[in-house]
């Protein structure tokens, strides 16, 4: 095991500059996942790491190391791809085996591993079918099996679970979990699923156009985004993001008034006319009629499209006359029709607010 660190790691391709000034450390032992939309870089610093890209500048240590020029084969990494990368001709055994066979390791060494990895990840009555053979999800624990077996100082795994079907996704989500706390090894993933990086890291590192945007612990970059585009990336529906102009101690959204908490004015100094956009969660928006004992804040939507969800109702509504789109969580089945217009409540304790320009958090400062 190793820690894994990167300086100020830059890539081009011809003109066109993938990734730029990418730096940090992940401690050993930790699970890091490297998210954010397609495009945005985090594949190109996987295969950096592991050795299939060069950094055009910068340095890359893993553990006290310098590799940046130490070929992929000497790295001590292992790596799963998305599309699993098997042997169609060989068995599951001898897929697992592989690496370590490249190695020259002792035969009876090489059985005794294939085994205990084969227990770990409820291949065992699978040693002897090949990949054709397997469903999706078993595939998928091969390969995973096959890099564990190479017992490397450094896993990297690039979006390994986007091939499977919901249910499976899950689950194979939560044995890559368990066995992480298992081994313990250093661990690298990439994926532009926000839930997987929700449930999966110990730190999340978003990424946007090549550029680090925010690092931290997943609940506290959701609690306090450092900018708009991580404020609606993390969060399934996002959040919602209205424009606004601070008036006379409100905030004008297109016509209608919201109050600018006494707080938020210390806080700030708001200039008169100020543009700025107001960030909510769709968790904290709530439907008047169905809380007439709390005092609210009153902002109406015309209701776009209905989705019931069991437990849940999101709702996707609009602005009256306005292209500005506003999503709403409601426990339980609600009834509303395309085109109804509805009156929000809104939780002003969970406003954020972000520069109209730059995009930074403005607040919580």
């Not at 699978?126 to 995973?144: F, M, W």
């Not at 079907?165 to 194979?172: F, G, I, K, S």
């Not at 006319?273 to 008047?288: M, W």
Request: a neutral charge.
């Amino acid at each position: 095991m190793a820690k894994v660190r990167l300086e100020n790691i830059k890539r081009k391709f011809n003109n066109v500059t993938a990734v730029e000034d990418i730096t940090f450390e992940i401690p050993d032992g930790q699970f890091w996942v490297l998210v954010g939309p397609s495009g945005c870089g985090k594949s190109t610093i996987l295969r950096t790491i592991a050795g299939l890209e060069t950094a055009t500048s910068g340095n890359l240590y893993i553990g006290d190391l310098l590799v940046n020029n130490i070929p992929a084969r000497q790295r001590d990494v292992a790596m799963v791809f998305q599309n699993y990368a098997l042997y169609p001709h060989m068995t599951v055994a001898q897929n697992i085996a592989f690496g370590l066979q490249m190695r020259k390791v002792d035969a009876q060494v090489i059985q005794q591993r294939v085994e205990t990895v084969a227990r770990s990840l409820a291949l065992e009555h699978l040693l002897e079918r090949k990949p054709k053979q397997l469903s999706g999800g078993q595939q998928q624990r091969v390969a995973l099996g096959r890099a564990i077996a190479r017992e490397a100082q450094v896993f990297l795994l690039d979006e390994p679970l986007s091939n499977l079907d919901a249910q499976l996704r899950d689950d194979t989500r939560a044995e890559l979990k368990q066995l992480h706390h298992n081994l313990g090894i250093t661990t690298i993933y990439v994926t532009h699923d926000q839930v997987e990086a929700m449930t999966l890291a110990d730190r999340i590192v978003i990424l946007n156009r090549g550029r680090i945007q925010q690092i931290g612990e997943p609940q506290s970059v959701y609690a306090k985004p450092a900018n708009r585009m991580v404020a609606t990336f993390l969060g399934n529906p996002p959040m919602n993001i209205l424009p606004g102009k601070y008036k006379n101690g409100t905030f004008l959204v297109e016509s209608q008034v919201i109050p600018c908490p006494m707080r938020v004015r210390d806080a700030l100094r708001l200039a008169e006319g100020q543009v700025v956009d107001l960030g909510i969660r769709p968790e904290d928006l709530f439907i008047n009629e169905l809380q007439t004992n709390k005092e609210v804040t009153t902002l109406t939507v015309e209701v776009r499209l209905v989705e019931p969800l069991g437990r849940e109702t999101l709702i996707r509504a609009g602005l009256p006359s306005s292209s500005v789109q506003v999503n709403i969580q409601q426990a339980g089945a609600i009834r509303l029709c395309l085109g109804d217009r509805i009156s929000l409540g809104l939780d002003l304790e969970q406003l954020f607010i972000f520069d109209a320009t730059t995009g930074d958090r403005l607040y919580p400062c």
